[in-house]
T-cell receptor, first 114, second 111 residues
Framework: DSGVTQTPKHLITATGQRVTLRCSPR?????VYWYQQSLDQGLQFLIQ???????AKGNILERFSAQQFPDLHSELNLSSLELGDSALYFC?????????????FGPGTRLTVL | GEDVEQSLFLSVREGDSSVINCTYT??????LYWYKQEPGAGLQLLTY?????DMKQDQRLTVLLNKKDKHLSLRIADTQTGDSAIYFC???????????FGKGNQVVVIP
């Protein structure tokens, strides 16, 4: 158990809908990362937050957004969902978001768009 | 570049050693990581190596780093059925803090 929690574990929804994925980092970690794992793209970095502020952006679609709240939990919002958004979404956390910090991953949320 | 390359599949008998290879491209990577993903599970950090090291041993795991060739390997000694999983190598890219992952190497342990 990494100490990073994600909810829900599974999510099934229809195209065009909007969903919110939630992540709680390890106790004491200030930085949260979101990654997407799909069969065709592999593991791709989406976005990073540190202490409530966006720090880095990766291959995140405009339909997707995220935020980190004062209690340090983070939410990833996915809207206008398409079939291709079906994937496993991971959250990771690290102490300070530095290059040398190890990232610990949550169990993931499996999103299925029908 | 962000290409982290891994071979895709390895079948090994229980008790034998497994070696998984990875080639990375960012010569300025400070840390290189190995993560394990069991079926239906998240990514578990297995081990990591700092770029100024050639080798790191952690119980049954040995990581070898060849910086000249940008080659990373993970050796699992006395492979067990619980080692069946997908193994990802990853590096932190220079200029940002995101992990770039290889496509993963599936290890199947045959009893």
């Amino acid at each position: 158990d990494s100490g990073v929690t994600q909810t829900p574990k599974h999510l099934i929804t229809a195209t065009g809908q909007r969903v919110t994925l939630r992540c709680s980092p390890r106790s004491g970690d200030l930085s949260v990362y979101w990654y997407q794992q799909s069969l065709d793209q592999g593991l791709q970095f989406l976005i990073q937050y540190y202490n409530g502020e966006e720090r880095a952006k990766g291959n995140i679609l405009e339909r997707f957004s995220a935020q980190q709240f004062p209690d340090l939990h983070s939410e990833l919002n996915l809207s206008s969902l398409e079939l291709g958004d079906s994937a496993l979404y991971f959250c990771a956390s690290s102490v300070a978001g530095a290059r040398t910090d190890t990232q610990y991953f949550g169990p993931g949320t499996r999103l299925t768009v029908l | 570049g962000e290409d982290v390359e891994q071979s895709l599949f390895l079948s090994v008998r229980e008790g034998d050693s497994s070696v998984i290879n990875c080639t990375y491209t960012d010569s300025s990577s400070t840390y290189l990581y190995w993560y394990k993903q069991e079926p239906g599970a998240g990514l578990q950090l297995l081990t990591y190596i700092f770029s100024n090291m050639d080798m790191k041993q952690d119980q049954r795991l040995t990581v070898l780093l060849n910086k000249k060739d940008k080659h990373l390997s993970l050796r699992i000694a006395d492979t067990q059925t619980g080692d069946s999983a997908i193994y990802f190598c990853a590096e932190i890219l220079y200029g940002n803090n995101r992990l770039a992952f290889g496509k993963g190497n599936q290890v199947v342990v045959i009893p």
